[in-house]
């Protein structure tokens, strides 16, 4: 497994990172999640093949996938050798002041997270979204705050638009305070808007790209009009992949068509396209079964040469972004 910076930091991590959000408590919401046992396994592979860098989230399974991440880390490797990213944003709790990006959310779900994790510090602390009800001084003083206190060594953030994105960072910038250094947003061979504004942003500021759903939510890794459980019970997959957009099926078809001349999966395939932006730093995959940590694997390894990424990407049309 190759290893590489995250954007011009001096932190290296692999070329693959292993997304936690499918292990945790069974939740109306996420009734496919797996729980500790069927994660060690997982978890281990992935550290066997040289994979280091682990993300979640506090919303991910109510709070139960960062307990079980942080179970599982414990057991891998001495702390300083793996780089453990989690998020803030989400809903955790009722009430007006349980989510969001406000200085009182950010300092207490550090907290909560660092419990959770069982760990004094994270490598990566993400905004998981963009908050339109909170200055953004008052978010970026409160994570430089809690990058100062030694909560978190670096700060991101995910999807917004890339406007949003450099108002927060000028904030930042102004004030002397820690700015983000990677992006976690979403980019596949189904979803390509990014390639707009906001990859050719982190381009130039030199900022990590970590794309989540590098296989748009399954749709990728099989013939078109194939589905599975979870496809069919989740709400997110629901809204961003299981109604056609743009020219989903002839994208799917083209994967299809690549990968049996390649003779491997179509997962490979896919995760190799992503792997081949030269923005990307680290795709996150998101492992419920081991033969998607064995594919994402495999795709490290794989190069596409320049008429197989032309013929993945002509399909493509364009449409209205999804996923802020």
Not at 132 to 155: H, S, W
Not at 167 to 191: D, I, P, R, T
Not at 201 to 213: F, H, K, M, Q, T
Not at 268 to 293: C, D, F, N, R
Request: glycine share 8%; charged share 25%; net charge negative.
């Amino acid at each position: 497994m190759d290893i590489t910076r995250l954007g011009r930091t001096g932190l290296q991590v692999s070329r693959i990172c292993f997304g936690c959000m499918s292990f945790g408590k069974v939740t109306d919401e996420r009734p496919w999640v797996l729980g500790l046992e069927e994660a060690k396994p997982m978890f281990e592979r992935a550290w066997e093949a040289g994979i280091n860098f682990f993300d979640t989230a506090n919303v991910y399974a109510a709070g139960s996938s960062e307990e079980i991440t942080g179970q599982v880390i414990k057991d891998l490797a001495p702390r300083e050798e793996i780089v453990l990213a989690t998020k803030v944003f989400g809903r955790m709790r009722p009430g007006p002041n349980g989510q969001g990006l406000s200085r009182g959310a950010i300092m207490s779900e550090i907290d909560n997270s660092l419990r959770r994790l069982g760990t004094d510090y994270v490598d990566l602390y993400q905004i998981h979204r963009f908050d339109p009800n909170t200055p953004v001084e008052e978010t970026m003083e409160a994570l430089n705050d809690v990058v100062r206190a030694g909560k978190a060594r670096y700060i991101g953030a995910s999807s917004m638009f890339a406007w949003q994105f450099s108002k927060l960072q000028h904030a930042a910038e102004l004030n002397g305070w820690s700015k983000f250094v990677s992006m976690q947003n979403q980019v596949n061979l189904v979803y390509r808007e990014e390639e707009r504004e906001m990859l050719p942003l982190c381009r130039e500021e030199g900022i990590a790209v970590l794309p989540w759903s590098p296989l748009g939510g399954g749709k990728l890794t099989r013939p078109w009009g194939t589905e599975t459980k979870r496809v069919s019970t989740d709400r997110h997959n629901k809204t961003m992949y299981e109604q056609p957009r743009g020219n989903d099926k002839a994208v799917v078809e083209a994967v299809e068509q690549v990968a049996k001349e390649r003779g491997v999966p179509m997962a490979q395939i896919a995760m190799a396209w992503v792997l081949a932006k030269p923005e990307v730093t680290s795709p996150i995959v998101g492992i419920s079964k081991m033969g998607h940590l064995e594919d994402a694997i495999a795709a490290a390894d794989l190069k596409l040469s320049e008429n197989e990424i032309a013929t993945l990407e002509a399909p493509y049309q364009s449409f209205a972004v999804t996923g802020f």
